[in-house]
């Protein structure tokens, strides 16, 4: 499968605690993009990257979220000190430079008890 | 910045029934435009795409949606449905020029029952 991944697909942790999730995006792309969904909504902007520069974050990445992509290659999100209010899905995006397309990965749905 | 707004929150159709999914953006500019769908269970897919030209675009599966410029709108269209198109429907933006990230709608859910 040549897609967009991401691991775990479901998270299931206690308030307080802190994820990560990875993201692998399509091999030759060098833009990576990070979305929440929450029920009822469609997906919400949270950061991306050019290669291993993180270019933009959104209002909604407060300061216990952080998102690394060290090599230009995979990325991941951490969150700590996990609120419920977090519980959503985290959806990745790549594309090329000039492309106007983003692919999508399934998700990692978290779920904070 | 932009936004956009998609009418339905959830629809309802018999199979064989015609389909049109509202969308409207907020935008100044030149924008480029995006359906995607979402199977149970699935990722986001591309159903089609708006960048120029022909403001009738055709995608896969048969949908097809129309960019009015003038109504800043770009809704979906289908003649015909099958129960396989229950999903969720997102309509999206992005501006042409810039690398801003894409914006989308809240959402269509499409029950197509037998």
């Known amino acids: 499968d040549t897609g967009v991944s991401q691991d775990p697909r479901h998270k299931i942790t206690k308030r307080g605690q802190n994820v990560t999730f990875r993201c692998d995006p399509i091999s030759e792309h060098n833009r990576l993009y990070w979305y929440r969904q929450t029920l009822g909504q469609g997906p919400e902007f949270l950061t991306y990257?050019?290669?291993?520069?993180?270019?933009?974050k959104s209002r909604l990445l407060s300061d216990r979220f952080s998102a690394e992509r060290p090599k230009g290659s995979f990325s991941t999100l951490e969150i700590q000190r996990t609120e419920q209010g977090d519980s959503a899905m985290y959806l990745c995006a790549s594309r090329t430079q000039s492309g106007s397309i983003q692919y999508f990965g399934a998700g990692t749905r978290l779920s904070v008890l | 910045a932009q936004s956009v707004s998609q009418h339905n929150h959830h629809v309802i159709l018999s199979e064989a029934a015609s389909l049109e999914l509202g969308c409207n953006y907020s935008y100044g500019g030149t924008v480029n435009l995006f359906w995607y769908v979402q199977y149970p269970g699935q990722h986001l897919q591309l159903l089609l795409k708006y960048f120029s030209g022909d403001p009738l675009v055709k995608g896969i599966k048969g949908f097809e949606a129309e960019f009015i410029k003038s109504k800043f709108s770009f809704n979906l269209r289908k003649p015909s449905v099958q129960w396989s198109d229950t999903a969720e429907y997102f309509c999206a933006v992005i501006p042409s020029s810039g690398n801003t990230p894409l914006v989308f709608g809240k959402g269509t859910r499409l029950s197509v029952i037998a």
């Open positions: 990257f050019q290669n291993e520069a993180q270019l933009e």
